[in-house]
Nanobody
Framework: QVQFVESGGGLVQPGGSLRLSCAAS????????IGWFRQAPGKERERISC????????SYVDSVKGRFSVSRDRAKNTVFLQMNSLKPEDTAVYFC?????????????????WGQGTQVTVSS
């Protein structure tokens, strides 16, 4: 059975940190590029990061660059999004998604598997 289970969201004060996890079962994450998306209320889902299969590198949108970082634990078949220096504008539901390709894409339908989403709220 294929599962992609997210965890790690919550309420944090501005300037705080959270680490999101997505644990895969039934498929091997090393075969996929992993996109991290977020969706704020009333807004479209946007891709904020990509962990590329092609070269093992990562990319980030400008709004999170220098604050967020992605990583993989191959032994645990899990990917992580470390979020530091969080801001109120980071408040959103966050999703991980797996795309069987060397690179990520903004087309949501190009991703095979999605995590269930986890709420991140940044507020004092």
């Amino acid at each position: 059975q294929v599962q992609f289970v997210e965890s790690g969201g919550g309420l944090v004060q501005p300037g705080g940190s959270l680490r999101l996890s997505c644990a895969a079962s039934g498929f091997t994450l090393r075969d996929y590029s992993i996109g991290w998306f977020r969706q704020a209320p009333g807004k479209e889902r946007e891709r904020i990061s990509c962990a590329r299969r092609s070269d093992g590198g990562a990319s980030y949108v400008d709004s999170v660059k220098g604050r967020f970082s992605v990583s993989r634990d191959r032994a645990k078949n899990t990917v992580f999004l470390q979020m530091n220096s969080l801001k109120p504008e980071d408040t959103a539901v966050y999703f991980c998604a797996a795309r069987r390709a060397g690179l990520c894409d903004n087309a949501l339908q190009s991703y095979y598997y999605w995590g269930q989403g986890t709420q991140v709220t940044v507020s004092s």
